[in-house]
C-alpha cells in the first residue's frame, strides 16, 4: 500500500533522476546520435509537402499577381523555373511531394528501429542490473519486500522506463523540432495568417491541462485496482489448497468480484476522458481550420494572398494541431515512467546491510568450532528473539537444539550464515568474528538444511549440483547415493534428468528432504546445521532419512535443531532453547534426571516416538 501512496504524491519532474535516466544511453551513443539526427530530418521533411504544394498551385496551376513567398524565392534562384511547361512543372512538383513522403516512411521506419533497438537494450541492462542488485541485498530486506513487489519492480517498471526511451523523449523532441519548423514556415509564408491560426492555441491549451490533470488522476487509479488484483491472485493461486480445503470458493470468488469491479469503474473512468478529449480537439482543430479558411479565403477573394499559401496552411495547421494535443499524452508517460525510475532506483540505492568488510579474513582451511558469546538478536527493534545466547561446539561435535516453537532455533542458523548481524556479542567461527569473515568462504564453509527445503525447476541433478559446475554427474549420483536418495530417484522417470516442478510439488516431503541431504552431501561443508522438519513422516521414510543422517553428520561440526526423538539420538549434547535463552544443556539421560524444561517437552512431544532405552 505504502508503495501505492508515494506513486500517488510522486510525478514532479526530477531534473537529477532525469540525468542519471539519461546515464543509461551511454553505451548507446552512436544510436542516440543517430535517432536525433533521423528525428530533425524527418521532421524536415514533413514541412516539405505543403510548400510543394503552394508552388505547385502558383507558378502552374493559376500564376497570378500575388505568389507565395516560396514560390517567388524559387523563382528568383531558379530562373528558369518560370519557363517550364506547365503541365511538366506540375509533374515535377508532383514528383518532389512523393519522393519526399517516399523518404520520410524511410526515415520512420530507421527512426523507429534505432530507437526501439536501444530502448530494448537498455531495459535488458536494467534489468540485468537490478537482478544483480537484489541478490546482494539482505535476506531482511527480502522479509520487508513482498516477492510479487519487486518482481513488479523488474517488469512493469522497467517497460515504463522504456517508454521514456521510445515514445517519450525522442518524439516529443521530434515533435518540438516539427512545431518549431512549421511556425517558421508560417511566418515566412504570411505572418497574419499565422496568428490567425495561433487564436485557437489557449483554447487547446486549456483543454489539454484538464485532459492531463484528469487522465493521470484516473490513470493512477487504474494502476492502483490492477495491482490490487495481481496480488489477490498471486496469493490466492499460491493458497490454492488452503481455499479448497476450507470450501472458501465462493467468498474468494466475491472478494474477487468486487477488486475487480472497482478496476473496471477506474478504467470506464479513465475511458471517459478519453472519449471527451479527441472528439473536443477535433472540434478545435476545425474551428482553427475554419477560421484560415474564412480569413484567409477573403484575402485570396481580395488578392492579397495567394492560392498557394492558403492551401499550405490548411495543410500545416492539421500537422501542427496533432502533436500539440498529443503532447498531453505524452507528458503522461513521461510522468509515470519517472515514477517507475524512482521505484527502481530507490531499490537500485538500497545498500545490503550485510557485506564483506575491507580485507576479510580468507581462510586457507577450516576447522569447524562455532561459538556465540553472550549474543542478543531481534528481528523487530525492542523484541529480542535471543537473549543473550552463548554456547561452544568443538570442531567434530554433534549438538542437538530442541525447544518450543518460536524459542530462536531457527533464529541461531540464520546467523551463523549471517543472513543477519547480531545485535550485541560476538558469534565466531575458528574463533574469528563472522563479521569479518569473507561472505562467500562462511556460507561455504556452512552447509545449512532447511526445515522447507526448497527446489528449483530444472531437474534432479541440477538441484543436487545448484550449478557448480566442479560437480559432475559422478559426484552428484555419488552423493545421493550416500544419502540413500538414489534408490527413489533410479525409479524416478528420467532418473537424474527427471523434471523438478516449481518448488519440487511432485516429490514427497522425505524425497525433497533426501535430495536436499545429497546437496548439502555434495558441498561437503565443515559445518552443517539441520533444521529438521516438523511435520511427522512415515516410519520407512523415517529410517530412511535417520540412515542418510548418520552419513550426512560423520566428520563435520553439527548443529541439529531437532524435533524428533530419533534424530536426537545422533548427538553429543543437547541445547534446550526456551523464549530466546538457552536454559538447559547436558546429554538426553543427564537432562531427564534434572527434571526440567527438556524433561516436560520430552513427555510432551517425545512420548509417542520410540524410547531411547
Ligand atoms: N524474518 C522474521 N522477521 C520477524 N520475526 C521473525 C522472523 N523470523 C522469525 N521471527 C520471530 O522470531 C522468533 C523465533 O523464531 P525462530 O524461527 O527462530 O523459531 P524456532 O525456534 O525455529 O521455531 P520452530 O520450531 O517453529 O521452527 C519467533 O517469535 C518468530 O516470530
Ligand atoms: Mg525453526
Known sequence: MSIDDKEQQAGVYDGAMMVRLLGYTRPYRASVVGAVALVILSSLLQLVGPLATAVALDLFIRPGEVEAPVSRWLAEHWLAVRAIDPAAGLALVAGVYLLTLVLTSLVLYFQGLVMQMMGQRIMADLREEIFAHLQRLSIAYFDRHPIGRLVTRVTNDVDALNELFTAGLVSIFGDVVLLGGIVLALFWLDWRLALATFAILPLLLGLSIWFKVRARQTYRRVRLKLARINSFLQEHLTGMSVVQLFGRERATASDFGHINDEHRVANLQAIFYYAVYYPMVELITALGIGLILFYGGGKVMGGALSLGVLVAFLQYAQRFYQPLADLSE????????????????????????????????????????????????????GEPVLRGVSFRLEPGETVAIVGHTGAGKSTLANLLLRFYDVDSGVVRIDGRDVRHWHLGDLRRAIGLVLQDVFLFSGTIADNIRLGEEGLGDAAVEEAAREVHAHEFIARLEGGYGAAVQERGSGL???QKQLIAFARA?????RILILDEATSSIDTETEQLIQRALGRLLAGRTNLVIAHRLSTIQHADRILVMHKGELREQGTHRELLAADGIYARLHQLQYRDTRSLG
Open 508 to 510: 514427497s516431503v522425505g
Open 521 to 525: 552431501l555434495a558441498f561437503d561443508p
Open 330 to 381: 505524452k507528458y503522461n508517460i513521461l510522468q509515470s515512467a519517472i515514477a517507475s525510475s524512482e521505484r527502481v532506483f530507490g531499490l537500485l540505492d538500497t545498500e545490503p546491510t550485510i557485506a564483506d568488510v575491507e580485507d576479510p579474513w580468507r581462510p586457507e582451511s577450516i576447522r569447524g568450532a562455532v561459538e556465540l558469546d553472550d549474543v542478543w538478536f531481534s528481528y523487530e527493534e
